[in-house]
């Protein structure tokens, strides 16, 4: 552990803040912050947090490199970001090992989610030389109407546990090539590898004789992150949690005519039809549903399988369930880690206390391991119907099935939950995959066939509608997000004609 933390400079104390590599803030009042490794129950390191001194001065010099960076042309921009990718990649083991050690999901999944950075950047890098505008066919003679494209100023990134690098990689780097400069908050439960990745930004400023482009505030939500919503200097704050701390962030930043990008809370299901390649199914489930152990935003959390399958699907699903290797993620054989806190493991218990009273059945899984470390079994909940508490996102790897009839009732029932984030369908009939597909259908932000929940790539938008927030992030043109439309007309011609035919004292 010690050489991993020393490749990525993390020191047993670390300051909180930073805006470049000669800009480390050590907040004299700031409390410090312990970074526990969830697969033991140990402290990894600590943070000095920083207050609302050392969070001024972070604005203050990200508003500063603002004015400059705004004008650097974008694909300058976009080379900067170019070179984050290459030096990411250079780390991505250590990185990819730090994220499994701090939040505990596997090696794999770790690598992974580093390199979900790296594709971001090569994304930014084609991105800065396409942040494209429309033009338009003006009504009036020797008029031509456009509209370009602007950044917004320095914009806030508040991020979560579960993807410590690769959500606030969506954003950092889209939002920087439009011209952005970005302040970030992590999540407290994943302030290291934070730590890590802003020393591989500052190197890389550095190397392009810049600072404040990327800068970063480990605090808690009570100071930093009200801080950040009501600071009228971020005109965009991008959050990413639960539903509940997102309606705060969102109510508050529209308070101050702020703009909001929210990645909220996902009760992500699958359908399984009755003519269901169940192969595909078991394992695209046990992907979705297990992996990252059920806490990611697109986990699997419902089945809804038709009634001349679901038997057989269960039984393959618990056979499946008990294969699964828990324990130490940075083992190589090991499918599922722990969960990130011991306030997690209880609310996974608490949600199953309450399904089993609402007459669900536990198939198997269902306790916590007696074990150091926050370890839990995965868990499969037989349910008669989709009482409140699976309409309720349980943050954790439990699976409730449900059964159905017909494909009315199976979307009925899809759609009847209060988010709308990621969904899936498995089938080999066309016209239930565009009954799935079509207005009526899934009412998600992410609809796929014959794949899970989980596992996005970044060239597509992510985000998700109901109260997962309506954001889009990552791909495709969720880079309008990180701008502001300008519609310019200009007129080369030596009258002054009115739109809409109007004679004004001619
Ligand atoms: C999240 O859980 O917040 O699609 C993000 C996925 C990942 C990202 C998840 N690429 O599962």
């Given at each position: ?6 490749k ?61 960076w ?44 580093v ?19 429309l ?14 494209w ?69 605090g ?10 009501n ?21 508050t ?45 697109t ?49 996974m ?72 984030l ?25 609809a ?51 739109a ?7």
């Amino acid at each position: 552990m010690k050489s991993l933390l020393k490749k990525l400079n993390i020191q047993d104390t670390n300051p909180g803040a930073s805006f470049g590599v000669d800009h480390w803030i050590e907040d004299k009042s700031g409390t410090e912050l312990v970074s526990y490794n969830p697969a033991t129950g140990e402290p990894i390191a600590k943070v000095i947090q920083a207050t609302k001194a050392s969070y001024d001065q972070v604005v203050a010099a990200s508003q500063q490199a603002f004015e400059s960076w705004r004008n650097l042309p974008a694909p300058k921009r976009g080379q900067v970001v170019r070179d984050l990718g290459e030096a990411v990649r250079e780390l991505k083991e250590p990185l990819g090992e730090l994220v499994s050690l701090e939040m505990g999901k596997i090696r794999a999944e770790g690598l992974g989610e580093v390199q979900e950075m790296i594709d971001i950047c090569e994304f930014a890098l084609g991105l800065s030389r396409q942040l494209y505008g429309l033009t338009m066919h003006s009504e009036r003679p020797n008029h031509r109407m456009y509209e370009q494209w602007h950044p917004l100023g320095p914009v806030g990134v508040i991020t979560a546990f579960n993807f410590p690098i690769a959500v606030w990689s969506w954003n950092s780097t889209l939002a920087s090539v439009c011209g952005d400069t970005v302040i970030w908050k992590p999540s407290e439960l994943a302030p290291l590898t934070a730590i890590a990745t802003q020393h591989i930004c500052n190197r890389v400023m550095a190397d392009h004789g810049l600072s404040a482009i990327f800068s970063l505030v480990i605090g808690t939500g009570q100071e930093v992150g009200e801080l950040m919503i009501n600071d009228p200097r971020l005109p965009l704050i991008s959050f990413t949690g639960s539903t509940k701390v997102g309606r705060h962030v969102n109510q508050t930043v529209a308070g101050r005519f702020g703009k909001t990008l929210l990645e909220l809370g996902g009760n992500n299901a699958i359908i399984v039809a009755e003519d269901a390649n169940l192969d595909l199914a078991v394992r695209g489930i046990l992907f979705g549903a297990v992996g990252t152990a059920g806490q990611r935003c697109t986990s699997t959390r419902r089945i809804i399988a038709h009634k001349s399958i679901v038997d057989e699907l269960t039984q393959r699903l618990v056979k499946a369930y008990g294969q699964v290797n828990i324990g130490d993620p940075l083992e190589a054989d090991t499918l599922m880690g722990p969960l990130v806190t011991s306030a997690a493991v209880e609310k996974m218990e608490a949600a199953l206390q309450r399904a089993r009273a609402d007459g669900g059945q536990v198939l198997t899984g269902g306790k916590r391991i007696d074990r150091p470390g926050n370890y839990v079994e995965p868990t499969i909940v037989r349910m008669p119907k989709q009482g409140d508490v699976v309409k309720e996102e349980t943050f954790a790897p439990v699976l409730y099935i449900l059964d159905y009839e017909d494909v009315d009732e199976a979307l009925r029932i899809h759609n009847d939950v209060p988010q709308g984030l990621s969904s899936a369908i498995f089938t080999d009939s066309m016209q239930t995959v565009e009954r799935f597909l079509s207005a009526g259908g899934s009412d998600c932000g992410i609809a796929n066939v014959n794949i899970g929940t989980s596992g996005a790539e970044i060239g597509g938008a992510f985000g998700g509608e109901k109260e997962t927030g309506g954001g889009r992030e990552s791909g495709s043109d969720s880079w309008r997000a990180y701008m502001r439309r300008q519609t310019n007309t200009i007129n080369w011609g030596k009258e002054l004609p009115l739109a809409q035919g109007i004679k004004f004292g001619d």
